[in-house]
């Protein structure tokens, strides 16, 4: 049985290897006013191979799609800077730049790269940062990625979250022989891995708080169970795969517990406590409504989930020590579900009905719990976080399709990704 | 003043890529092999024992499923429900009743009941509709004779739609409860 499982794991991280090219184009159809505009040169290359991947094509492509930088296009760029010696500052600063990133790429051997960068504020002149990475061209849009959540942190002051990933869902074929894989990509969308694929439903991937696992429902047993899957190597673990549902698995902050959603015989689902070295499992509630879609709070003390015991679907939070009643959070309209906090844990967002149409809102949690609504869609399902909460992925549907949009966490910047095939739903965003 | 930041640069798998063959020589099936055992014989003649049909599959296809359960066409293995409802509707009861009967009379006959709701709102929250459906389907048999070990109950929320699209014509044909019997 284990050679067995080791050859597949192997054949799984080849295959895990496969489809190299972008799976989405992303659309800013919606960027922050006082977006800051900044140049990121093309950086230096020691000869034209290396020219081939363009670490500074992705900095700049990761600032643009954040919303907050008006990024210079490069063919406005009369002179190419690769360090600060060489900047006319004047002259960027007539083109209307705010900053400006320059840098050098240096093979430092077989499949080794050096990238110095340095970042300058125009108009003080002033150096900013100057770092040194080193990596393989396999790694090289990784450092991009780096280099980008250093300049973005450096100017607005808040950690950059380009160098994380996204798992989703994507279904491809047209029923009844529909083909569902569980993807995990860079937060671009690009370096699509497939997890795991099936001929039945994949629902509900959640990372692990080291970023290293993730949980997902599985249809493939004909009932939904949920498996934890090591990303490294592919080995699983079917977790839950009691009779009737086994649904929305989370993990705890300190990655030891899954809350999920079980069913009894006569159908009434619950959210339930797993501890995963033990299996000891808690029921954490009780009643006849429908209690699922748990969401941890970062002390993992309390655990926010949707109910209908109202009526309609509404949010909730309890603590997970017996005795703690739940305690009802939302209060307006008929609909509202799918918490999800974000990492500060100063607004919590979710799926609120909205004149028949389905749209993602914040809640915000530190003072009278106002609500906005972020999305303007029909079917606006799923938000997830990024690790520093700027931004919150989701799910919707654009001409009849599954797609991904996202959205600032103030509803200032809105962003769709286009699939080139297939429907996607079902994101979650990794942690850092 | 130049830091220096090392970082090794692999992503996940690629250190197992050493010694990967290059594309596609043998592909295995992912671990716990998840491909459905064959797809259910199209013609229906009642041969396509081993498949376990997939409600998308019955739909048009006219014939009767398999040999168990009682007589009739694919029709009257669904029942149809309301936005957001899971009460079963009066044009249903004959269906209802028939099956009933049929467990009634089969002892050993086991039926599957397959809850669906339509896409919209959250899918997790569907999956808990989907098996309230299922469920009242299950207590409605239940009430007419047949025993609570010849039923489970399965849900796929929004999962496997009927039919695609997203509007009520689509949506209609979506909440339904699929009346599965073990072969």
């Known amino acids: 049985m284990n050679k067995t499982l080791l050859a597949a794991a192997a054949s799984l991280a080849c295959l895990l290897s496969q489809s190299g090219r972008a799976e989405f184009v992303v659309e800013v159809t919606r960027g922050q006013d006082n977006a800051v505009p900044i140049a990121v040169v093309p950086f230096l290359a020691a000869d034209s191979a290396d020219a081939s991947i363009d670490a500074a094509t992705v900095v700049s492509s990761d600032l643009a799609r954040s919303g907050r930088f008006k990024t210079m296009d490069r063919k406005d760029m009369v002179e190419q800077p690769h360090v600060g010696a060489g900047i006319g500052f004047d002259d960027w600063r007539r083109l209307g730049n705010d900053y400006i990133v320059v840098g050098q790429m240096l093979p430092q051997g077989p499949d080794r790269y050096t990238i110095n960068f340095e970042l300058y504020n125009v108009l003080t002149r002033q150096r900013l940062l100057g770092y040194q990475i080193s990596a393989n061209r396999a790694g090289l849009r990784l450092a991009g990625h780096q280099i980008a959540d250093m300049v973005f942190d450096k100017i607005l002051g808040i950690r950059g979250a380009f160098a994380t990933r996204i798992a989703y869902v994507s279904v491809l074929g047209s029923l009844p022989h529909r083909n569902y894989r569980l993807i995990v990509a860079d937060s671009d969308g690009e370096n699509p891995h497939i997890v795991m694929q099936s001929n039945e439903p994949l629902m509900s991937p959640a990372w692990s708080p080291d970023g290293q696992n993730l949980a997902y429902v599985s249809f493939e047993d004909r009932l939904p169970s949920v498996y934890v899957q090591y990303l490294k190597t592919g080995e699983r673990r079917r977790v839950s795969a009691k009779a009737g549902v086994n649904q929305a698995p989370a993990f705890s902050p300190d990655g030891k517990k899954l809350a999920l959603t079980l069913s009894t015989r006569d159908g009434n689902l619950d959210v339930y406590l797993l501890d995963l070295t033990t299996n000891e499992l808690t029921r954490l509630t009780d009643d006849p409504g429908i209690d699922t879609e748990p969401e941890w709070s970062r002390d993992g003390q309390s655990i926010y989930f949707t109910s209908d015991r109202a009526g309609g679907p509404q949010i909730y939070r309890v603590g997970i020590h017996p005795g703690d009643h739940p305690r009802r959070l939302t209060f307006q309209g008929n609909y509202n579900a799918r918490p999800r906090l974000s990492p500060d844990e100063s607004q919590l967002a979710f799926v609120t009905q909205q004149d028949g149409a389905y749209r993602i809102a914040v809640m915000d949690l530190n003072g009278r719990g106002d609500v906005q609504i972020l999305t303007k869609g029909q079917f606006d399902v799923s938000p997830s976080y990024a690790p520093n909460g700027a931004m919150i992925i989701y799910a919707s549907r654009d001409h009849g399709r599954g797609v991904l949009a996202m959205t600032s966490s103030d509803g200032r910047v809105q962003e769709k990704l286009v699939s080139s095939e297939g429907e996607v739903q079902e994101p979650a965003w990794s942690p850092f | ?183």
């Not at chain 2, 797809?39 to 040999?67: I, R, V």
């Not at chain 2, 899918?123 to 489970?152: C, D, H, K, P, W």
């Open chain 2, 1 to 183: 003043m130049k830091k220096i930041v090392s970082i090794a640069c692999l992503f996940a798998g690629a250190a197992l890529l050493a010694g990967c063959p290059k594309k596609n020589t043998t592909v295995e099936p992912p671990i716990a092999g998840s491909q459905v055992a064959g797809s259910a014989n199209p013609n229906g003649e009642g041969a396509s024992t081993s498949a376990t049909p997939l409600g998308g599959d019955s739909n048009g296809m006219g014939g009767a499923q398999g040999g168990a359960g009682p007589a009739g066409p694919a029709e009257s293995r669904i029942i149809y429900f309301d936005f957001d409802k899971s009460d079963i509707k009066p044009e249903f009861a004959g269906i209802v009743t028939a099956n009933a009967q049929y467990l009634t009379a089969h002892p050993g006959a086991k039926l599957k009941l397959e809850g669906n709701t339509d896409e919209r709102g959250t899918r997790e929250y569907n999956i808990g509709l989907g098996e309230r459906r299922a469920q009242a389907v299950r207590r409605a048999l239940m009430l007419q004779g047949a025993s609570e070990n010849q039923l489970t109950t399965v849900s796929f929320g929004a999962e496997r739609p009927a039919v695609e699209g997203d509007d009520e014509s689509a949506w209609s044909k979506n909440r339904r409860v699929e009346l599965v019997y073990a072969p």
